[in-house]
């Protein structure tokens, strides 16, 4: 049940944009996308629930297509502060729990 | 507010032995998930915990039980302890508001190195 994200890694400039994958197999209810620096906890930044909504943080923002069983997170002007691991964690209807993908690592240079 | 918080931070094992998890949810919240973390993997579902009891449970061997108090708060044990359980051990937790997970607050976890 884990979902499959995409790239594995990436590496920015300051101020260039980013997209994150995240794919499932099963019908979801919602998606999660959490941001985790090196040694620190996950640390949550949005939910998309069924319905194809679009939400934005500041300048990062994501999409969830229900159909397609698929998530984007858009990361735009890149800042330092972005750099981390990128999950996403999938829901099931009525599941009530989390299934978190393998990550995306994400590193802001200069 | 005090957030998640766990412990021991870090601990040391050897294969066979047994080890106790606690982690304390933040103020108001009634739902406690653990979950394990290998490096560079994403956090894997073990269990989780609402109304003391056993809700939904990962992939994961008998081996691994865990336990709610009054107080909200939880114990992950593991018995006979295996190499490939040395990772990091995360606590989540959340108001369990109706049959779906909402916002997840993570504690900085209990590393386990198994020798």
């Known amino acids: 049940q884990q979902p499959v994200q995409s790239p594995q890694a990436v590496i920015l400039r300051e101020g260039e944009d980013a997209v994150i994958n995240c794919s499932s197999s099963?019908?979801?209810?919602?998606v999660h996308w959490y941001r985790q620096k090196h040694g620190e906890a996950p640390v949550f930044l949005m939910i998309?629930?069924?319905?194809?909504e679009q939400k934005g943080h500041d300048k990062i923002s994501a999409s969830f297509n229900e159909k397609k069983q698929q998530s984007s997170l858009y990361l735009t002007a890149s800042q330092l502060s972005y750099s981390g691991t990128y999950f996403c964690g999938t829901e099931r209807p009525g599941a009530n729990n989390l299934f978190f993908g393998t990550g995306t690592r994400l590193t802001v240079i200069p | 507010d005090a957030g998640v918080t766990q412990s021991p931070t870090h601990l040391i094992k050897t294969r066979g032995q047994q080890v106790t998890l606690r982690c304390s949810p933040k103020s108001g919240h009634d739902t406690v998930s653990w979950y394990q973390q290998a490096l560079g993997q994403g956090p894997q579902f073990i269990f989780q915990?609402?109304?003391?009891?056993?809700?939904q449970r990962g992939n994961f061997p008998d081996r691994f039980s865990g336990h709610q108090f009054p107080n909200y708060s939880s114990e992950l044990n593991v018995n006979a302890l295996l190499l490939g359980d040395s990772a990091l051990y995360l606590c989540?937790?959340?108001?369990?508001?109706?049959?779906?997970?909402?916002?997840?607050?993570f504690g900085e976890g209990s590393r386990l190195t198994v020798l």
């Open positions: 915990y609402y109304e003391e009891e056993e809700r």
């Open positions: 989540a937790s959340s108001l369990r508001r109706g049959v779906n997970t909402g916002e997840l607050f």
């Open positions: 998309l629930l069924k319905g194809g």
């Open positions: 099963k019908a979801l209810y919602s």
